[in-house]
């Protein structure tokens, strides 16, 4: 069964540092998606991108935030100066088509901890 | 703001019983609920989804009701076994995000 992908597992940045997550979705999605989850919370949407643009973004995804399909199967999420407050499991995923009334299908994640 | 959310954090069950795990959501114009389950160290797994125009809507081993009534939907898992341990969150599909609940811990007991 076709799977979200995620490189790496886990990440350990210092604080101030710019870091790159990797995703690649499932081969026929259009639709892709980056969330976070801080241990012990709910799954949290960050950002929602389409067709090369972003669709939707939720107040935690500000200006240090930015994604990208730099190819026609990578999706990144960077952030541009880390806090300790981004330490996270960050989860990308992907649907066929537009998330309402379609499911979006996950990746196991990055783990991300920021010293 | 308006919310999904479940009832309970944990739930612990007999090997072989059948679970039922409860959320409520707020907003009684939402139309499509998906559950996942959320095993240690792995990302949401879809389960299954239900579209407000259906009341209930069958899976493998797995049921969902939805009652829009009350604004309550329901996960039932037959027979439950030991690797049915996990996290289950329901969702709500709303725009281009999935709003997630706080998730309940499903303990299988042997």
């Known amino acids: 069964e076709p799977e979200v992908t995620q490189t790496p597992s886990h990440q350990v940045t210092q604080m101030g540092q710019e870091v790159i997550l990797r995703c690649v979705p499932i081969s026929n999605h259009l639709y892709f998606y980056w969330y976070r989850q801080i241990l012990g919370q709910k799954v949290e949407f960050l950002v929602s991108?389409?067709?090369?643009?972003?669709?939707?973004k939720s107040e935690i995804f500000d200006d240090q935030f930015s994604v990208e399909r730099p190819d026609g199967s990578n999706f990144t999420l960077k952030i541009r100066s880390t806090k300790l407050e981004d330490s996270a499991m960050y989860f990308c995923?992907?649907?066929?088509?537009?998330?309402?009334?379609?499911?979006?299908?996950f990746g196991d994640g990055t783990r991300l901890s920021i010293l | 703001g308006e919310s999904v959310g479940l009832h309970l954090p944990t739930l612990s069950v007999q090997e072989g019983d059948n679970s039922i795990i409860n959320c409520a959501y707020s907003?009684?114009?939402?139309?499509?609920f998906i559950w996942y389950k959320q095993e240690s160290g792995k990302g949401p797994q879809f389960i299954i989804d239900?579209?407000?125009?259906?009341d209930k809507r069958q899976g493998q081993r797995v049921t969902v009701l939805l009652n829009k009534t009350v604004k309550h939907l329901s996960l039932q898992i037959a027979a439950t076994q030991p690797g049915d341990s996990a996290v289950y969150f329901c969702a709500e599909g709303r725009g281009f995000k999935t709003i997630f609940g706080a998730g309940t811990r499903l303990f299988v007991k042997a």
């Open positions: 907003n009684s114009a939402s139309d499509y």
């Open positions: 991108f389409y067709n090369n643009e972003i669709s939707e």
């Open positions: 995923a992907s649907s066929e088509d537009r998330g309402h009334r379609q499911p979006q299908h």
């Open positions: 239900i579209r407000s125009n259906m």
